[in-house]
């Protein structure tokens, strides 16, 4: 479990790269990593679809992942660890009006209306990319130039186009998220199929480290042909035992006590040992004989044509064509892979499909090569580059493949994402042009028909299939957004009304508003409008809930998302601010909201401050008291039920912020200390509460030191420090040393002075 967490830990970061724009230019404006997981964590459909996308990326890739592998927690400490991730992450958001944003002409909102008419909005200028770059320029012609001439591969990743228009009303709207999405083709490289085959592989690619890791330890088979360098080991054992090593000779010889020399070259292994075991036997009698072969010898194999590292190589002798090709690199760019030739002097052993080892697993090529083989691997023939959406994508050299079907085996055919009445073929008339072609299904898209289709398609060399995606939108869809529980997408049915999404207040989190609107996209442009409606009317069957239409977004917005009536709470309370003005809701009621009195309150009348409007045109303030401690303890005809807009105010007791005050008197007085004094005393009281002066006592030379006075007299002092010294720095070219010397004299008393007067040191 460990491992798969740490894959989709690897695989999630450059993916969530790829959801946020792949590499998206820096801009000045930048999100710090808390910013950013806070816009995230506050904007859930954001968080949602980048990890819906991760999920559908690793899947793609053949991973068995969920959304809960890739949970908030992972995808945060990347964001916190990785700052290229952050990077991309922040210029995105703020892409999509997140964050600060460059001043820019606000769009017109969306004017309120009567509930139940549709409400016009501006023009439908679509959201800025949400899942990757703007992309503009050449599209499906150019991209089969380039996967085919270049190796770019036109993948079919959905992207959404439009101009980045931050401030948008309706840029997050699920339902124009979805119509705006395109199917373009991406840069991703396009290889030839089977390259990484020999990419991968873990054989050195020099002459030299061929021969030590040769296999020489692979078991051979009974019908393994022996010659001169192979290594013989023979046991016997009965009425005589011995361990016998002996090495095939150049003259294809082993020496055998007792028997002499056998010849063995060009003999198979099950040969030899019938051989030796005749001619032991008759020597011993009685006895058994196993032989079996030791290290393996060398053989010298030529390797040319157009590979990567052509030569002499000397390799194992049980190695086949496909094992010497891969000890020589692999073929090149220009090589090819179906048609790999094996010689053995003028005469041609076998020839070898490299595809039947990629494609079914069988390994072709199960000659064994010998000393002088030469393995040639001509230029590749007719190739075409399949793309988009198939299993495969990749450039596929052709041998007996001749029709679209063949082709699109190859590439391990069309999922379900595919559109298969969708295919596009960009073919080269021979030295003469380029042309488009596409498959005629004849009307009819099912794969029945699709398949005798393609099987009826001829398919030329240098031809670019490409296989386009289904729409990425579904045209039976409605979806929900704001202040609920289960925000998405939902199936579209016929008479479908709000009420089947919305049934109850349960559904709705806590403190929706009454208000709540229908965004309706108006085909054949899909132009939106607004449908306004009262929920917590519709909920109550009061009136009849709006009938629903395909792609509709029903909005549902809380208390603080709308412009709710607020009322206002100050002064001597526990917790003053702003608070939604309930159905009415008096002063009392206010204050207990607010955490009651504090005990700086002046309990008896509490301030009132209402507006009132004057014909639509201006506004007029009205002040009132309130007995609030009366109204509190809830006697009649006290409390006030408050308006939207009203401001209470809770004042302090006169003289409470004398509570507190203190003076310090130290020195020779009867009873040092600190003393609580009134607001008026004189020093003479406090002196007098003290005690007196003691007998040792100078009152001349007391000292009355207040703190406004000491930091004035210190800063005083800081002044005439800093003019010293910038006298001292300005004049130091004209001055003398002694005269320089006098000038840091006195900078230093007056900071000595500084750090032992009473005053300095407070």
């Known amino acids: 479990m460990r491992s798969r967490v740490r894959l989709v830990l690897l695989l999630a970061l450059p993916l969530f790269s790829f959801v946020f724009a792949g590499s998206s230019p820096a801009q000045e404006t930048e999100l710090s990593a808390e910013e950013i997981i806070q816009i995230l964590q506050e904007n859930p459909d954001v968080l949602a679809e980048a990890k819906a996308e991760i999920v559908a990326q690793l899947r793609d890739r053949g991973y068995n992942v969920s959304e809960r592998d890739i949970t908030d927690e992972r995808l945060f400490s990347q964001i916190r660890s990785d700052e290229r991730v952050r990077q991309i992450a922040s210029n995105e958001l703020i892409k999509r009006g997140f964050g600060p944003q460059p001043e820019e002409p606000q769009a017109q909102q969306t004017q309120g209306g009567q509930p139940g008419q549709p409400q016009p909005l501006p023009s439908p200028t679509p959201p800025g990319p949400l899942i990757g770059p703007t992309t503009t320029g050449p599209q499906a012609g150019t991209a089969g130039e380039a996967a085919r001439t270049q190796g770019q591969r036109p993948s079919g990743k959905a992207r959404l186009q439009g101009p980045p228009q931050a401030q948008y009303p309706l840029r997050d709207l699920p339902a124009l998220r979805d119509l705006y999405t395109q199917t373009l083709p991406d840069d991703t490289r396009l290889e030839r199929f089977g390259a990484a085959l020999f990419r991968n592989s873990a054989a050195a690619t020099d002459k030299t480290a061929q021969a030590d890791k040769a296999p020489l330890n692979i078991p051979a088979g009974p019908d393994y042909v022996l010659g001169p360098g192979d290594e013989l080991v023979i046991d016997y054992w009965g009425s005589s035992s011995q361990h016998l090593q002996r090495s095939v000779d150049r003259e294809g010889r082993v020496a055998l006590p007792e028997a002499g020399a056998v010849v063995v070259a060009g003999r198979t292994l099950s040969e030899a040992q019938q051989t030796i075991q005749r001619m032991l036997g008759r020597q011993l009698r009685g006895i058994t004989v196993d032989v079996t072969l030791g290290k ?48 053995r002097g003028k005469a041609l052993v076998e020839e070898v499909d490299l595809y039947d080892l990629m494609l079914k697993g069988v390994s072709g090529g199960e000659v064994h090569i010998e000393s002088g ?116 997408k939902y199936p579209y049915k016929d008479g479908f009304k709000v009420t089947d999404l919305i049934a109850s207040f349960d559904d709705l989190l806590p403190e929706p508003a009454d208000r709540a609107e229908i ?64 159905e009415r809701m008096t002063a009392a009621d206010l204050l207990r909201l607010a955490g009651g009195f504090r005990r700086s309150a ?34 009649a005809d006290t409390d006030v039920i408050l308006k939207p807009g009203d401001v209470l105010t809770i004042r302090q007791i006169g003289g ?83 005269s320089q010397r006098e000038q840091q004299v006195l900078i230093n008393r007056l900071k000595q002075i500084h750090r032992s007067s009473p005053m300095g040191a407070c």
């Open 519 to 582: 965004v309706r996209l108006h085909p054949p442009d899909f132009a939106p409008s607004v449908i306004p409606f009262n929920l917590h009317d519709v909920l109550a069957k009061v009136v009849e809930a709006p009938s629903l239409e395909p792609f509709d977004t029903v909005r549902v917005f809380g208390r603080y998302d709308v412009d709710a009536p607020k009322v206002s709470i100050y002064g001597e309370v526990m917790r003053p601010g702003e608070y939604p003005l309930a």
């Open 656 to 738: 409470w912020s004398d509570i507190g005050g203190a003076v310090t008197v130290m020195g020779e007085v009867g009873h040092p200390g600190r003393y609580g004094i009134e607001r008026g005393e004189r020093l003479s009281s406090v002196l007098k509460r003290a005690g007196g002066f003691s007998t040792e006592a100078y009152p001349y030379a007391a000292i009355l030191d207040r703190a406004s006075v000491r930091e004035a007299a210190a800063k005083s002092r800081e002044d005439m420090v800093a003019r010293v010294q910038d006298q001292s720095a300005n004049g130091s070219r004209t001055q003398s040393l002694s």
């Open 373 to 488: 083989d030469s393995i040639l691997v001509p230029p590749a023939g007719a190739q075409v580059t399949v793309a988009g959406k198939v299993r495969r994508p990749a450039i596929y050299e052709l041998r007996r493949e001749q029709t679209l079907d063949q082709v699109l085996d190859l590439a391990g055919g069309v999922p379900v994402t595919g559109e298969l009445s969708r295919i596009k073929v960009e073919r080269v008339q021979a030295h003469e042009r380029k042309e488009m072609l596409s498959v005629n299904l004849g009307g009819s898209a099912n794969v029945q028909s699709s398949q005798e289709a393609f099987s009826r398609f001829r398919i030329q060399d240098g031809d670019v299939i490409t296989v386009s995606p289904i729409l990425p939108y579904s045209n039976r869809t409605v979806y929900l957004q704001g202040h609920v529980f289960r925000p998405g």
């Open 296 to 343: 393996l010898r060398s053989v010298r194999a030529f390797i040319v044509g157009d590979v990567k590292n052509p030569g002499a190589y000397d390799i194992s002798s049980l190695s086949t064509a496909l094992s010497a090709l891969i000890a020589a690199g692999g073929p090149t760019e220009t090589g090819s892979y179906r048609t790999v030739k094996h010689y």
């Open 602 to 635: 002046y309990r008896q009348v509490a301030n009132l401050t209402s507006y009132v409007i004057v014909d639509g045109d201006h506004v007029e303030l009205e002040h009132r008291d309130v007995r609030i401690e009366r109204a509190l303890a809830g006697e």
